[in-house]
């Protein structure tokens, strides 16, 4: 086959950046459509209990997941280093290194999902009339789970070597199975939750066959063989270098959501199904700036592996200026039609409507600041640094959260949706400015490094 690989070393940055970003914003919506297509058929058909269970999940499941993901993000960048460099070797034991890395890392968070679910829900403060339901979609959604890691770990190698259409096509084979399946189990076998878990699950199996099946018949080093899978000692290493440091900042920056999730179950099931529907909703706008935190990430590792640096320096600005301008548009969008777009979400209940739009007007309108901070995060990861930028994003958004919560929060005139959600906006905007700062730094070190080598 022809394989749709991208130079990303060559050529006017602009016009690559925007063909390349489109795809990777497209697949990033469908898989949000999976959570949002369980949302609304449960919203529609079984209620905004139902909403609430599915909803409050996504934390907790993200927080258990990030760690894992963080290893494929290493593999990603593993491999733009190798294709910038011509290292084909390097590039092939990264891939069959991959491989095996998503089964085992599938395979641990499959038997802790299962085991674990009804106990880390008590532990946000589930309330009990959806904590039945919550453990349940859980459980399920778990034991597909193994499928999304290969998903993730394959696509970020596709990526990487400058292919961000396939993703996008398997995705969208695979979305609209997931949509089927919603509307049988849920509307012909009333299986509510379960019926959702099950066809995210499935549907999921087939993204990751499909991304297999692409790595396998490619004429390059990614060329995946399943006779050659193993695990590279070195290629391993490096993974982790990048990947675990990746993963633990999301890990923990999803325990910062737990515990803003945990205080907005304090407020009771229909402040949770409003807040449930608006993240869905507000998922989208990030899905579309953190897609540019990705282009801005593998363009850097090619790069970074090319020696390019004065071509690194304009591939943050505009990155900059595309996510600001995205997020700043869709923010905005999202909030003015807020109210008909919860409706679709909730279809029992104007007052979580209202709560949802607290959140709508507190997180979407300024979630611009966010995009720039994940950016920032994505070229400091593409010059081969990960412990920096976690160390960076767990002060500045982990903790000062979680510090928020417990200082600010706990204050009886504080205690508030709004305040609450306030510690977004000046977590994202500290951390944004501090990392921006240190990736010039280690920029024109590097540079300089060069030149003297040179």
Excluded at 182 to 199: Q, R, S
């Amino acid at each position: 086959m022809k394989d749709k690989n991208a130079d990303l070393t060559e050529g006017p940055l602009l016009k690559k950046i925007i063909v390349y970003t489109i795809p990777i914003i497209l697949t990033g919506v469908l898989q949000l459509l999976f959570n949002a297509a369980d949302l609304v058929v449960v919203g529609q058909y079984c209620g905004s209990i139902s909403v609430a269970a599915v909803g409050s999940t996504s934390a907790v499941i993200n927080l258990m997941v990030n760690l894992f993901i963080g290893l494929s993000v290493g593999a990603g960048v593993t491999v733009a280093h190798g294709l910038g460099a011509g290292r084909d070797e390097d590039v092939s034991r990264t891939v069959h290194t991959a491989i095996p890395t998503a089964l085992i890392s599938g395979a641990l968070l499959t038997v802790a999902g299962v085991a674990d679910a009804e106990k880390m829900l008590i532990l946000m403060g589930t309330p009990d009339e959806v904590l039945h339901l919550s453990a349940l979609y859980m459980k399920i959604y778990f034991c597909g789970i193994i499928s999304s890691m290969i998903y993730n770990f394959g696509s970020a190698i596709l990526r990487a070597a400058g292919d961000t259409k396939s993703p996008l096509i398997y995705l969208t084979v695979s979305g609209f199975l997931n949509v089927f399946l919603n509307l049988i189990f849920v509307l012909e076998f009333h299986l509510d939750v379960a019926g959702v878990a099950l066809a995210t699950s499935i549907s999921q199996t087939l993204s990751a066959l499909l991304v297999i099946r692409s790595l396998m018949k490619r004429d390059d080093a990614c060329k995946l063989s399943l006779k050659k899978l193993r695990i590279h000692k070195r290629q391993f290493l490096r993974i982790l270098q990048i990947g675990f440091p990746a993963g633990i900042q999301g890990a923990l920056f999803s325990i910062s959501n737990v515990i803003i999730q945990s205080s907005v179950n304090s407020f009771g099931a229909v402040v949770m199904s409003g807040n449930a529907a608006a993240m869905n909703i507000e998922g989208f706008v990030y899905i579309s700036m953190n897609s540019i935190s990705q282009t801005a990430l593998n363009f850097t590792g090619q790069n970074h592996g090319a020696g390019k640096y004065d071509r690194i320096r304009k591939i943050l600005v505009i990155c900059l200026a595309t996510v600001f301008v995205t997020g700043i548009s869709l923010g905005l969008i999202a909030y003015t039609f807020g109210r008909n777009l919860l409706a679709i979400y909730i279809t029992d209940s104007k007052q979580a409507i209202e709560y949802g739009m607290i959140r709508l007007a507190y997180i979407c309108i300024p979630y611009f600041l966010c995009g720039l901070m994940d950016v920032s995060t994505g070229m400091i990861r593409g010059i081969g640094y990960s412990v920096m930028p976690m160390i960076i994003t767990v002060a500045g958004v982990c903790g000062f959260r979680i510090m928020w919560i417990y200082k600010i929060f706990t204050m009886p005139q504080y205690h508030t949706l709004q305040s609450l959600y306030l510690s977004y906006t000046i977590s994202w905007s500290v951390t944004f400015l501090t990392e921006l700062v240190v990736f010039l730094i280690m920029l024109h070190k590097m540079k300089k490094k060069s030149t003297l080598i040179h």
